[in-house]
């Protein structure tokens, strides 16, 4: 994973993906402290990380908030929402979808004095400094971000409320075969 500053060392004939960037990383995880977390906060990486996996897999949040508020009508289930490709895969990990690059990514943000992480129990509590708490309202204000954004407040309305273990224990339940059977380390896929 390289930083946009440093993409002068990327091969011109290769494809860039922005995958490939951390900072594109790190503004989707200063999204998710800003619009799921509680006052710019989530606590534990499993609920950041499968608040993330709803916001990255359209389809599959779609299914899990269905299976969530089964007496709503078809809750803004727009086009956009069951056409939209995964732009950044997780893989399978013990406790459901992960991403490697998260701790590369954290340190990334609060390196950057955008977040702090702290432990708190057995978990860590990750939360957006003065700083980030900008950086993110900012972003939330560009278009490109408006649907990410969107699925996000979604995802707060239905998830912000459940544990990281709660939400684990759903996407299992869920996607048994997409997630839970999938082997350790392979990518998931919608």
């Known amino acids: 994973m390289k930083s946009v500053k440093r993409l002068g060392t990327y091969s011109v004939s290769l494809p860039l993906r922005a995958d490939y960037v951390i900072e594109f990383h790190a503004a989707r995880l200063l999204l998710l402290f ?8 989530i606590d534990g990486l499993t609920k950041m990380a499968k608040l993330d996996f709803f916001a990255r897999y359209p389809d599959f949040f779609a299914v899990a908030r269905r299976a969530a508020v089964p007496d ?3 809750q803004k289930e727009s086009q ?3 056409d939209a490709a995964v732009e950044a895969a997780m893989v399978r990990h013990h406790y459901g979808p992960w991403d490697k690059r998260y701790y590369h990514v954290l340190a990334h943000l609060e390196a950057k004095r955008l977040i702090t992480v702290t432990k708190h129990g057995n978990s860590y509590r990750i939360c957006l400094s003065d700083e980030g708490g900008a950086r993110a309202k900012r972003l939330a204000e560009r278009a490109s971000f408006f649907p990410i954004v969107e699925r996000m407040r979604e995802i707060k309305k239905v998830f912000g409320t459940k544990s990281g273990s709660t939400l684990k224990k759903l996407i299992y339940r869920l996607f048994d075969e997409e997630v839970g059977r999938r082997p350790m380390g392979e990518v998931i896929e919608s």
Not at 34 to 41: L, Q, T
């Open 34 to 41: 800003s619009v799921c977390g509680v006052s710019g906060r």
């Open 72 to 74: 709503v009508e078809d």
């Open 80 to 82: 956009e929402d069951s």
